[in-house]
């Protein structure tokens, strides 16, 4: 594979010297919009429902289904990302980008229409579909005309999009559950999509033409990881709340991911084209930061998926005010994530972020598991500051550093491999931390609802609605204000080995050196050759050409040799 120039006439040494290097600046920037867009659009969907949820939930009658509707978009997508990353490295990114919005748009649409709570996770499934390939594509998509020494900036501001979205997502569906309605947080989903849709067509690089020899697709690997996946998250999410943890479905459930997913392993040792070549996990850092980002992915979707609606019904603020709330760690997020990304692309050195962006993450646990209900509003605010400096000095760079230990022509796969594992653990942290809070939640109000005498007035846990909560006499909305938060709350305890263990990992991550050069299979001997049809790189703020032509040097036996030798000759030139 070879990248496609934006403007092969720009990239040619006589044109380099007339207008050096306007046109490919132009157009990456406008690509990077396009990309920013699509990354936009998947992590809103994840939190605009966040403060719509309760009176979603409580229109549709379905609270003991609430956790269903934040996993089964985690779920689909989480099964999709393999198969994206694989298909984009086969047949171009904008082909398979724009199949992703046409899905997400048409489960945006479902959504806006759903009239039960099973046709709202349908529609959040079919969202998921196409959200899978949003999130990991625009990563993917940005490495193969950025090298890794340049992107850190590039991920960094992708990653200070997502903090913007963490929190312009619930106060967007703050606003609009007060005003027009839930159900425009569907429907505003299309201008969006159209936009996106344009932006890609338009500015991503034209797909490369196969030849004759097509390649063979991993499609019963794709449908074992798809079954594993499903079958974990199932027996995550209805482990202690619908069914026992011992209970017979729940253990062959567990059994069945199991060998679903040794089967997997099997198909994928003896596949052509796997979906995730097993051969990745020979390199010390692809496993090391997969493993911390599952259990970052835990953390970080388990601590923030119900946060919203604990705010609302703890506090009695409504639904934009709980977004609003959720600004600190949207600020320190965004500002940690724009710093280290510059720092890292200006000094190429990166270990140090992760792991201290881990124990930091770690120490927000502890502090958001000491709040009560009657905590100040600015220590919850604190503890949510503290967790986004954290996510903000560690995402990103993590797929950086899977990045950089691949050539381009599998950095599709590679990126979305990393970030099914992310995702399984996100989807494990949704479906653990709300199946513990919902059963914890359910057992918490009976009692305390029995020993004061105390009933709802007809209601139940299921139709609760932060609206209802706060006109209900003080009696009964201390009781159910303070079961909310000694429900949710000490669980985050659980969470916290979790994180200290991913700081261990990071800390035998081997530094190695930032690529200067778009490479596929090999190491390139000059931006913008000839050789590789790479963009040029962008100078503008680039580290002085000595200090570029030492890393080059040091980076022909770095990374990419090292990634050459995981790949099957079938696969290298």
Known sequence: MTVTPVDAAATSPKNSQQNPQRKPQQSLVLLFVGLLLTMLMASLNQTVLATALPTIVGDLNGVNHMSWVITSFILASTITMPVYGRISDVFGRRPVILVAIGLFMIGSITGALASSIEVLIVSRVIQGLGGGGLMILSQAAIADVVPARQRGKYMGIMGAAFAVSSVAGPLLGGWLTEGPGWRWAFWINLPFGVLAMLAVA???????????????????????????????????????????????????????????????????????????????FADRNFTLTTVAGLITGVAMFGALGYMPTYIQMVTGVGAAQAGLLMVPMMGTMLLTSVITGMVVSRTGHYKTYPVVGTVVVAGSLVLLSQLQADSAIWMLCGALGVMGLGLGMSMQIMVLIVQNSFPVSVVGTATAANNYFRQVGATLGSAVVGSLFITRLQDILGERMASSGAAAGGSSVNNLTPEMVQQLPDAMHDVIVGSYNEALMPIFLYILPLMIAAAVLLLFVQQKPLATTVEDGVRATSAGSPETGALPLLRGDEADSDEIAVDDAEARSGPSLESARLISPSKTR
Not at 224 to 231: N, P
Not at 249 to 265: C, E, K, M, R, S
């Open 202 to 280: 338009l500015f991503l690089p034209a797909p490369k033409k196969l030849g004759a020899d097509r390649p063979r697709l991993d499609y019963l690997g794709m449908a074992l990881i798809a079954a594993a996946t499903t079958a974990l998250v199932l027996a995550s999410t209805w482990g202690g709340s619908e069914y026992e943890w011992g209970s017979p479905l729940i253990i062959g459930l567990f059994v069945a991911a199991a060998v679903l997913a040794v089967l997997f392993v099997v198909v994928e040792s003896k596949a052509v084209e796997p979906v995730i070549p097993l051969s990745f």
